[in-house]
């Protein structure tokens, strides 16, 4: 294989996750022999009914156009300029480099700080050694126990080779399927619990009991208690969480036990039991912080339940349970016996994705675990998503050791003294810094379960400056969490519905969940309201506009979408800015700074300008996949 075709490989939508290439409702037979017939068509079936542009053919490709060529002088130019904006503002030579400088620590590049003043990222960061060795450690560990137990023998189904092999305790593939789901869940759970205890020491216990008291509200509780009931307890845990600070036990200790001196002579705090076993808090004390992505498993596992409950009494749709496509492992329920304790708590703690995710559902966990697929089997597949860990780790190091917009931002720097440009720098490169920073655990988590033998759905789909539209971003954005959200929210409450007054109403009760859900504090709050805000334009614009009448002029109508595009970007890097960098204050020293001179709003013209050209690019890749039959839908 020659450079170039292992780099497309390497970069390809189908190394990064198989799902991008093919229609949810795909069978993975289908894909496989897709795979071995290249000539084949991938997705044959699903083309007749789920093409996304039924009746628009896809339009010739501009690559090679004198239009385009314009484009990449201006990427050729204009890009080098804007990394060298933020390097010159992390200089000693900075005058606000006294102010940002005792938050930089040093590097292992020669001659150069790293900016490590990220909390949430510094705690990856520093702990990638430990969980390397994990990594290695877990899947050795699964393969001595599958061999101790003599797996093989008895989760092999009847095959022509082995049908006088007396060694062989071939059975029949639903038996089969019955036996590696149990072997699986016995490691998975074994494995957990020692995972759950040497992170959180003494509060696993505080864990579990959360976890008991959600299993007993789905299967204990009438069925029409149990949506309310695990939507209020699992919204007040996260509230609890957030305002108990993962209840202490010292401080609980001081309530059941008070102290039996004098009220004049209160022991301190420190002294009493509480506060000595709390000292065993393992790796990570801080528990709840962590326990949001928890959450959502619990909800995923009491709907899934309930769901599944109600479909037992309705006449089923024979399925092949050995190939169901995507949308039928996520959809179709789990065998009644499977919705067990045990079961339950090895989804739940699974390690892989204990921590970060991404999200899988209860059903899809049990699917996986009795028929694997088969992009986890295609070992160079999951080496190459691997490497791409690693390239996106290198590029990570490079940003923090040369550009310390991080550290900048949170020193509160005197605005005024950046020119316009630098101003816009810093708020890019942070929000770059945001999305590498989510992207590389989230790849790394999703790396070791595909090593595991699960594939949970890839977060990040395309690169954060790849965006132009704000209801396509949060599609691509953490995607596994916005299936979720329309899996177990977004479709209950009506979807899109018959209006778009309800369509609205439904979005703005989905982003405040998923600001609370985040943390709960008034910024995420106003992060969340400013994106409902931000979207009534798009879909404004979207009704008054609508693609069919413009199919005889496509290029007015790219122009057109194109202005738009520039407003839906501004907009949607304002509400990331408040929420996840800069806050409300922030934004508005950025904005004065942008817009407070004829100086600046001339640079806000040129830049938009600019988006306008990253905007036809951006349009041009999505042709691009149009034309090979692909639609991401972000």
């Not at 038996?175 to 998975?188: N, P, T």
């Not at 969480?241 to 993962?246: A, F, P, R, Y």
């Not at 001081?254 to 509480?274: D, F, H, I, Q």
Request: hydrophobic content about 45%; overall charge positive.
């Amino acid at each position: 294989m020659t450079f170039p075709l292992a780099l497309h490989k390497l970069f390809s939508l189908d190394t990064l996750d198989s799902r991008f290439t093919a229609s949810a409702k795909t069978p993975p037979k289908e894909l496989s022999e897709a795979s071995i017939d290249p000539a084949k068509s991938l997705d044959p079936k699903a083309a007749a009914h789920d093409q996304p542009f039924r009746g628009v053919l896809a339009q010739p490709s501009k690559w090679r156009t004198p239009e385009f060529y314009v484009y990449y002088f201006c990427f050729l130019t204009i890009v080098p300029f804007m990394f060298k904006a933020v390097y010159d503002i992390s200089k000693e030579s900075d005058p606000n480099y006294p102010k940002f400088a005792p938050l930089l620590s040093q590097g292992w590049i020669p001659g150069r700080k790293v900016d490590n003043s990220d909390a949430q990222y510094a705690g990856f960061r520093e702990n990638i050694p430990y969980m390397v060795f994990v990594i290695v450690l877990h899947p050795l560990l699964r393969k001595a126990y599958d061999s101790f137990w003599k797996t093989n023998t008895y989760t092999r189904t009847p095959t022509s080779s082995s049908a006088n092999d007396v060694s062989t305790q071939s059975t029949s593939p639903s038996a089969a399927a019955d036996a590696r789901i149990g072997q699986r869940v016995s490691f998975d759970l074994a494995f957990s619990m020692i995972f759950l205890f040497a992170l959180h020491g003494i509060s696993a216990f505080k864990v579990l009991l959360i976890l008991y008291v959600n299993y007993k509200i789905a299967t204990r509780l009438p069925q029409s208690y149990v949506p309310a009931a695990t939507w209020v307890f699992n919204i007040g845990i996260l509230f609890a969480n957030e305002l108990c600070h993962g209840y202490p036990l010292a401080g609980l200790a001081s309530m059941l036990l008070p102290s039996t001196a004098g009220a004049s002579e209160k022991r301190p705090l420190s002294s009493n039991w509480g506060t000595w076993v709390d000292v065993y808090g393992g790796l990570l004390p801080r528990w709840e912080i962590h326990f949001n992505i928890t959450v959502l498993r619990l909800i995923s596992f009491n709907f899934d339940y309930l769901w599944s409950l109600n479909q037992r009494g309705s006449s089923p749709i024979e399925l092949d349970s050995a190939n169901l496509s995507e949308r039928d492992r996520v959809a179709t329920p789990a065998k009644p016996r499977e919705y067990t304790l045990g079961n339950y708590l090895a989804y739940v703690l699974y390690s892989p994705l204990y921590l970060a995710g991404p999200i899988l559902t209860f059903n899809d966990y049990i699917s996986q675990g009795r028929y694997p697929l088969s992009s986890v089997r295609d070992t160079s597949r999951t080496l190459l998503y691997g490497l791409r860990f690693l390239i996106s780790l290198a590029c990570m190091e490079v940003v923090l050791h040369y550009m310390y917009v991080v550290a900048i931002s949170k020193a509160q720097p005197t605005w005024e003294v950046y020119s316009p440009f630098q101003l816009s720098m810093l708020g890019y490169f942070n929000l770059h810094i945001i999305w590498l920073k989510l992207l590389l655990p989230w790849r790394f988590f999703r790396f070791w379960s595909l090593l595991d033998g699960i594939d949970p759905p890839e977060n990040m789909v395309r690169c954060m400056s790849d965006n132009y539209s704000a209801l396509a971003f949060w599609r691509g954005w953490h995607r596994s969490f916005n299936r979720w959200i329309v899996r177990y929210i977004y479709i209950p409450l009506g979807g899109s519905g018959k209006s778009k007054t309800r369509a609205i109403a439904n979005f703005l009760a989905v982003f405040t969940f998923v600001a609370l859900w985040h943390d709960i504090n008034l910024r995420l709050l106003a992060w969340s309201w400013l994106i409902t805000l931000f979207v009534l334009p798009e879909i404004t614009m979207t009704l008054l506009f609508p693609a069919k009448k413009w199919r005889d002029r496509p290029n007015a109508y790219r122009v057109l979408c194109s202005i738009g595009a520039v407003g839906n970007i501004l907009m949607m890097m304002a509400a990331n800015l408040v929420g996840f960098a800069v806050g409300l204050d922030g934004l508005q020293g950025l904005v004065r700074g942008i817009v407070g001179s004829w100086a600046g709003l001339a640079f806000l013209a040129a830049a938009c300008g600019a988006l306008f050209v990253g905007i036809q690019v951006m349009f041009e890749v999505r042709e691009s996949e149009k034309r090979k039959g692909i639609n991401l839908k972000c």
